[in-house]
T-cell receptor
Framework: DSGVTQTPKHLITATGQRVTLRCSPR?????VYWYQQSLDQGLQFLIQ???????AKGNILERFSAQQFPDLHSELNLSSLELGDSALYFC??????????????FGSGTRLTVV | AQSVAQPEDQVNVAEGNPLTVKCTYS??????LFWYVQYPNRGLQFLLKYITGDNLVKGSYGFEAEFNKSQTSFHLKKPSALVSDSALYFCAVRDGGSYIPTFGRGTSLIVHP
């Protein structure tokens, strides 16, 4: 157990629907990162939150949004789902110090299948 | 801008033999380099990092990596491979001005008994 908890582990939904993925970071970590892993695109950075505030944005679609709550857990919302959104979605956390010399701690991921 | 390349999709090695998984990078400043391993149905696990200092970095599970500035490479190595080392390996890089590393596409390591 890495200390980063992601729920649910698996999600099957239909096109056009909306889903929410949840992540609890490792105890003491202030930064949460969301990544999408697919066979054709590899591991793509979506967005980072630090202590409740958005810190960095990557290749995140407008249909996707995220937030980090006061208890530091984070949610990734995916709406108007398309078949191409099927992927593994990972959450990672880190202490969040200015000099990020540390590796990330990843959760086990949520496998999203859009049918 | 920062980028990383893992030129091999798959590496095959016999158990007991040395292994090398290749990684080259491009950054505008000094590189921060990382290796991660991903086992089936699991998240990525941090193996090792290079920030500064000795060019040979030792990490978890007997892995090490060699930083070569002139060749802009950071190859992952292990003197004697185990079947249990079979997994997907990711190299990542960021420059000093970025908070977010860029990951390579991953290299599948298969260790044959």
């Amino acid at each position: 157990d890495s200390g980063v908890t992601q729920t649910p582990k698996h999600l099957i939904t239909a096109t056009g629907q909306r889903v929410t993925l949840r992540c609890s970071p490792r105890s003491g970590d202030l930064s949460v990162y969301w990544y999408q892993q697919s066979l054709d695109q590899g591991l793509q950075f979506l967005i980072q939150y630090y202590n409740g505030e958005e810190r960095a944005k990557g290749n995140i679609l407008e249909r996707f949004s995220a937030q980090q709550f006061p208890d530091l857990h984070s949610e990734l919302n995916l709406s108007s789902l398309e078949l191409g959104d099927s992927a593994l979605y990972f959450c990672a956390s880190s202490p969040g110090r200015v000099r990020e010399d540390y590796g990330y701690t990843f959760g086990s991921g949520t496998r999203l299948t859009v049918v | 801008a920062q980028s990383v390349a893992q030129p091999e999709d798959q590496v095959n090695v016999a158990e007991g033999n040395p292994l090398t998984v290749k990684c080259t990078y491009s950054v505008s400043g000094n590189p921060y380099l990382f290796w991660y391993v991903q086992y089936p149905n699991r998240g990525l696990q941090f193996l090792l990092k290079y920030i500064t200092g000795d060019n040979l970095v030792k990490g978890s599970y007997g892995f090490e990596a060699e930083f070569n500035k002139s060749q802009t490479s950071f190859h992952l190595k292990k003197p004697s491979a185990l079947v249990s080392d079979s997994a997907l390996y990711f190299c990542a890089v960021r420059d000093g001005g970025s908070y977010i590393p860029t990951f390579g596409r991953g290299t599948s390591l298969i260790v044959h008994p």
